[in-house]
């Protein structure tokens, strides 16, 4: 696993964000994910929320107007910087 | 890899001996797609199977071109079987209509803008305009184009609004505005390759890494993707804010389809939708197709019209005895035989006697063959019991048919609303334990419709190791319909707590056999990564269509098989093998398992067809213990013989024989297991 850039101070996986938070992709630890995230419209710098979590199970993320879901492993790997807490009405 | 080589330089030579330009319909999963291929094709399309893969590719003609449709891809590369496939056709296209859909802008230029690098002749189909108008958004197409620098059309293709523009359109396909530095990267590698159909799409496709597209060019894969995809990310980014912006609140429609996608996938209120799911499909599949059509088309066309038919045309020439059982409903009233030792040509009088007897009634005949003489064997191989001509045309024609188009629509409803990657997602968590991610829900729900098609239907899972996860679960522990009804009436008989029993020794089956075969695995699989496209009405033309196209292709891919299966049978049922293997199995039954020696015949009738299985097991007197016993037996017995066929071709011969051989020990060690704790 890489190292976490030490340029955020604050930055959680995205297993650890809650529902209805709002965050900026930090770093993604998999090349392979990286490049699909790009594809799906995600990537290092991105704004997104999560939408829904299940217990246990996947994170349900959303950007602009795509949702996303994310296995757990994949959640481990991806590493976010939670600009709000709650999602404040954004649309 | 000269084949394909030779693939790509055969290409140049299409348009001039067809006269009919290539065009390629590309774009993300889920933007409506095929509506625009049924638009151009209608329903007279080839669908074939891509050499090597197992991935779709329908084609139909429009005009002067040669449509061909390709999988749903977020970019041109080699992730997974579908994008081969479509970077292939892509790569060779003539012209590209790129289909996007408008509330998705930010995802589907990604792709677009890769398409416009690689320098095709291009028109974009602006794709859901409706609900973009739902979404509140507003796009300003026109900027949009002159930024792209190829044409966009507006459509809304469920409206079928904006067709006629986007066939104008068509002639106008032009090269959009490539990115030029990429250009300039692009010029090392083009001097080097070889010729081929569109020299700066492959040339883009080596920039960007991809490892096949190298080879046949002969030259090493460069390492460019990410900072590629990283510049093509950040420059999507920058058109859409140029051109999308937000215009009104969003609308019920849109707020509800939110509403409705959240609600499916968190599990309190997830489970109980998915409840009704299945139980409208079991309603609809179990209940109106399996029983009450198939009831009729089995029995009354093919075994009482169809097998008659052909039966008597052998008959004629070959001695046979024939006893009709007369039917009142359900019931047997009369039972008469007709001996004809030399044909029921030979014997005139008596088939007189034996028309007249049957006329008017409603008879089952059953045929026996004398299997004294060559011909007589031959005659069953094809025409007995188990006859390729006979028993195998009743199965598909009369019982499977109907029930696949059952299974397929539904999935295709499913599919088309959007709910099945969101059912994938609220399951995620129950498939990780044993090795697989939440797309493996859809072939093991399958599974328990028919264990054949769900096996084909493995391929949507991402890597090989989960594929065969999915096979050994299917072909091990899942009961398909065939058996459902028998394991249900036999259960019934046995009551609560023993039918309780049985589903936590099936269950607790499945689970082992995904966890065992997940630690025997090298390597680790998938996680789930997967989109959710916004829930929506299913649309009927698109159903139907994807219904009409899997049905056909599951049936020529399953046919031959299913024949293959019986001949073997039937060889083994005259040469006395199967009776051999029955007489082989009776004294484990009897000590091992605690059964009647009967019910070693039930078991391996099972291999040829699962209901005869179970069927066998509900004409014996077993008592609630040897219920359990014996289903639990033959639920987590081999697969049919058209399943392992299909297994066969699916997953390779070597582990369909390791299935297949395992299945045997397995039913029976559990089987014998469970006799002696209950």
């Known amino acids: ?91 | 890899m000269e084949t394909l080589t030779i693939d790509t330089t055969l290409h140049a030579t299409t348009v001039e001996k067809t006269g009919k330009k290539k065009l390629v319909l590309v774009g993300n999963p889920n933007v409506g797609k095929s509506l625009f291929f049924n638009h151009f094709s209608g329903l007279y399309v080839d669908v074939s199977n891509f050499p090597g893969t197992t991935v779709e590719i329908t084609e139909g003609n429009y005009k002067n071109f040669r449509v061909v449709d390709t999988p749903g891809i977020y970019g041109v590369s080699s992730f997974n079987d579908e994008e081969r496939v479509a970077r292939d056709e892509v790569l060779s296209a003539d012209i590209v209509l790129n289909v996007i859909d408008a509330t998705n802008l930010e995802r589907d230029l990604f792709l677009t803008l890769q398409l416009i690098d690689m320098q095709f002749p291009m028109v974009i189909a602006l794709n859901m305009m409706d609900a973009l108008e739902e979404a509140g958004m507003e796009i300003d197409v026109e900027r949009l184009s002159e930024i792209l620098g190829v044409p966009i059309v507006k459509v809304t293709a469920i409206k079928k609004h904006g067709f006629d523009e986007l066939d104008k359109a068509l002639e106008k396909a032009t090269i959009g505005n490539t990115d030029k530095t990429l250009l300039h990267a692009l010029e090392p590698i083009l001097a080097k390759m070889k010729p081929t159909a569109n020299p700066i799409a492959d040339a883009l496709m080596i920039l960007e890494g991809d490892e096949t597209v190298a080879e046949r060019h002969a030259i090493p894969p460069e390492d460019k993707r990410e900072e590629i995809y990283v510049a093509r990310r950040n420059r999507v980014n920058e058109i859409v804010a140029e051109v999308m912006r937000e215009k009104s609140k969003m609308k019920f429609g849109a707020v509800l389809s939110e509403k409705l996608g959240k609600w499916t996938i968190n599990p309190i209120s997830g489970i109980p939708i998915l409840i009704l799911a299945l139980w409208l499909i079991y309603e609809v599949v179990g209940v109106m197709v399996a029983q009450r059509v198939v009831g009729h088309t089995e029995v009354e066309l093919g075994n009482k019209l169809f097998e008659p038919f052909v039966k008597h045309l052998f008959a004629t020439i070959t001695p046979v005895e024939i006893s009709v059982d007369v039917l009142n409903g359900e019931d047997v009233i009369e039972t008469k035989s007709f001996a004809f030792p030399e044909g029921t040509s030979r014997d005139k009088a008596k088939f007189e006697e034996f028309k007249a007897f049957i006329e008017g009634k409603d008879v089952m005949q059953n045929f026996a063959f004398s299997q004294e003489t060559l011909w007589g064997k031959i005659v069953t191989v094809f025409a007995g019991e188990f006859g390729a001509f006979t028993m195998t045309v009743t199965y598909l024609a009369f019982l499977l048919l109907p029930l696949v188009i059952g299974f397929y629509m539904f999935l295709a409803i499913l599919e088309d609303c959007g709910y099945l990657p969101r059912l994938a997602t609220m399951v995620d968590r129950l498939f990780t334990g044993i090795g697989l991610n939440g797309r493996a829900v859809i072939p093991i729900i399958l599974g328990f419709g028919c264990v054949t098609m769900a096996t084909v239907t493995t391929r949507l899972l991402q890597t090989s190791r989960e594929k065969t996860i999915a096979a050994s679960i299917l072909n091990f522990a899942i009961p398909c319909s065939a058996q459902l009804a028998v394991i249900t009436a036999l259960l019934t008989k046995a009551g609560g707590v023993y039918t309780l029993a049985f589903f936590l020794i099936i269950l607790s089956c499945l689970i082992a056999i995904g966890t065992i075969v997940d630690k025997l695995l090298p390597g680790k699989s998938s996680a789930l990564l997967i989109d959710l496209p916004p829930m929506r009405l299913p649309r009927a033309s698109n159903v139907l269509k994807k219904t009409w196209i899997k049905t056909k292709s599951f049936m020529q891919e399953a046919t031959p098989w299913f024949f293959i299966g019986a001949l073997l049978i039937s060889v083994m049922q005259v040469t006395g093998l199967l009776e051999g293997w029955v007489k082989l199995f009776e004294p484990i039954t009897t000590h091992w398992l605690h059964l009647p020696a009967e019910s070693a015949r039930a078991f391996v009738m099972g291999m040829v067809r699962r209901d005869f299985g179970a069927a066998g097991l509900y004409e014996l007197n077993l008592t609630p213990q040897q219920i359990v016993v014996s289903l639990t037996v033959i639920t987590l017995f081999v697969p049919c013989i058209a399943s392992l066929m299909v297994l066969i071709k699916e997953r390779g011969v070597k582990e369909a024989m390791t299935i297949w051989a395992g299945s045997w020990f397995f039913a029976f060690g559990v089987g014998g297991a469970v006799a002696f704790i209950i």
């Open chain 1, 1 to 91: 696993m890489q190292s976490l850039n030490s340029n955020y101070s604050n930055l959680v996986s995205l297993r650890a964000v809650k529902k209805g938070a709002r965050f900026i992709v930090r770093q993604i630890d998999d090349k392979e994910i990286r490049t699909q995230l790009l594809r799906f419209g995600l990537a290092e710098g991105s704004e997104a929320m999560c939408f829904e979590r299940l217990p246990l199970g996947p994170v349900i993320i959303k950007h602009r107007r795509q949702e996303v879901a994310l296995g757990e492993e994949l959640t481990k790997k991806i590493w976010v910087e939670v600009i709000a807490e709650e999602n404040r009405e954004a649309h």
